[in-house]
């Protein structure tokens, strides 16, 4: 971001309250990215920051870990010192152990301090938990028509708990206060892929099923479980990462350009996707799904251990690998395959988007060598970068030869000043009262029927997991050979 523009920019003052303040998520997560846009100078107005926890006596321990997390998300500790101290005096830990008023008391006072500010209710807790947080802010006559809420995924395991806790919230707050993130769509590439697609009319004319082929969407990670294995366990790779963030993704893709970039109307446009999804039967299901789970394996030279190990719970069928091949049926993007792809415990981490375009329909050149087709790659992590894959001659006499070269917008090559995460960006679109990047409940219905099309159908079919081993690149007859190259059943 500019820093120039970030100190004239003005937010009204605000408080944003952390439920689960002392968690993973916020030390992580949300506490740094508030760390940095102060540090950039985007808070000019008054802020306070309030972590609730369930823990009492607990201001020490969480005082330390706060500074050790803010002090590892930048580079020199030492340089910004003050910043850290000043930001630090900024955050204010209170203990409610239960979602009543008599436990809020200290957060009725503490905000009732701050009248004429804007209150952002930041619900990083289970999402079981949002109903009774809800219901007890305005109970306690903490919720105004000022006040935001953010909430974390997963909202629910299906489409009825996810209603039955849209329903409780829908009680203290309205649509418009409602922010549901999904920190994917913070992402600076991702962001990109919006202005790539409607800026330049180059790609805009041949985003269709005329010229490209298919779409490939793919988020691997290299890690299992970790400390998350209860919550993985009811949830499975299905629910975790294709529900929410690679439909997101697949949205930001397939979409119509919107008449103008306002909340309501880019969401309206993902809304028909997502509604032109061809849902899955019995039969589809079979024939264009994988579901796997991660068995031992080699993991960049050290042995790693099976899903079941790792969860010690040996009677598990949790996926830990979903490949699914997708269509959405409408005049765009008639026939063309999207296929979705996550795992768990994979070759290496990285996420990315390849649109692969139709080759040309004849081969002008005496040749026997293959002729590529183009390829737009927008890779999303651990490097951000896009890159257009075309064909260019190959310097030198003796006839046409050519092969396929990459021309790469490199961020981190192209942009030298710091990179700010998806979280920041996000957040701060809380703040301004921005809804572009955040699901509509609408939205969020409509990507639970299409994903309960495929589990339900699963069920039916009693289809399996196919066992692969850590370290490779899922299933074996599944979906891919590499990186980039994915290899469909028949």
């Known amino acids: 971001m500019n820093k120039k523009k ?6 009204e003052p605000f408080n944003i309250i952390v439920f689960g303040g002392d968690g993973d998520l916020a030390l992580r997560k949300i506490y740094p990215a508030l760390f940095h846009r102060f540090m950039d100078g985007q808070f000019i107005n008054p802020f306070n920051i309030v972590a609730i926890t369930r823990h009492e006596n607990h201001d020490e321990i969480f005082q330390l870990k706060l500074k ?13 010192a003050s910043e850290i ?3 630090m005096q900024k955050v204010f830990l209170i203990a409610a152990k239960n979602h009543n008023a008599l436990e809020y008391k200290k957060l009725s006072e503490f905000l009732n301090q701050y009248k004429n500010y804007q209150n952002i209710y930041y619900f ?5 938990a949002f109903g009774g947080i809800s219901r007890t802010l305005k109970e306690t006559n903490l919720v105004n028509p000022h006040s935001k809420v953010v909430l974390e995924k997963p909202l629910g395991h299906s489409l009825e708990s996810s209603n039955e806790i849209n329903d409780q919230i829908s009680q203290a707050f309205n649509e418009k206060q409602i922010y549901r993130i999904d920190h994917y769509l913070g992402k600076e590439t991702v962001q990109n892929l919006m202005v790539l697609r409607f800026t330049n009319n180059l790609f805009e004319k041949a985003w269709n099923c005329e010229n490209i082929e298919n779409v490939q969407i793919t988020v691997a990670e290299s890690l299992g479980v970790g400390s998350r294995a209860g919550y993985y366990d009811n949830s499975g790779a299905l629910l975790d990462m294709v529900q929410n963030h690679l439909l997101q993704l697949l949205c930001l893709v397939a979409m119509e350009p919107p008449n103008i970039l306002e909340a309501d109307q880019v969401r309206n446009e993902k809304l028909k996707v997502l509604d032109a999804l061809r849902l899955f039967n019995k039969k589809s ?8 789970q991660y068995t031992r394996g080699n993991l960049n030279g050290e042995e790693v251990s099976s899903y079941l190990e790792d969860i010690e719970k040996y009677s598990s069928k949790t996926e830990t690998f979903v490949a699914i091949k997708a269509f959405v049926d409408n005049w765009r993007w008639k026939n063309v395959p999207f296929y979705l792809r996550t795992g768990k415990r994979m070759k290496k981490r990285y996420s990315e988007i390849v ?3 139709k080759t040309v329909k004849h081969n002008i050149f005496p040749s026997q060598e293959q002729m590529s087709n183009n390829k737009l790659i927008i890779r999303l992590q651990p490097e951000e970068r896009i890159e257009l894959v075309q064909m260019t001659k190959i310097p030198g006499p003796g006839g046409y030869r ?3 070269i990459s021309l790469k917008l490199d961020y981190i090559d192209s942009f030298k000043e710091r990179f700010p995460d998806a979280y920041e960006r996000l957040i701060i679109d809380v703040i301004r009262g921005n809804q572009t990047l955040f699901m509509r409940q609408d939205e969020l219905q409509a990507a639970w029927k299409w994903t309960e099309s495929i589990s339900n159908s699963w069920k039916l079919v009693n289809q399996t997991n196919i066992l692969y081993e ?12 590499g990186e980039d190259t994915w290899v469909t059943k028949s």
């Open 285 to 292: 299901v079979v024939t264009d799904t994988i579901k796997g």
């Open 85 to 87: 101290e000043t930001f």
């Open 355 to 357: 649109i692969n375009f």
């Open 470 to 481: 850590a370290g490779t690149w899922g299933p074996g007859d599944s979906i891919m050979q």
């Open 124 to 128: 990083s807790t289970p999402s079981s």
């Open 68 to 80: 050790k997390f803010i002090s590892e998300s930048i580079t020199s500790v030492e340089k910004h």
């Open 6 to 11: 970030n100190q004239t920019e003005k937010f």
């Open 402 to 404: 050519y092969k396929p």
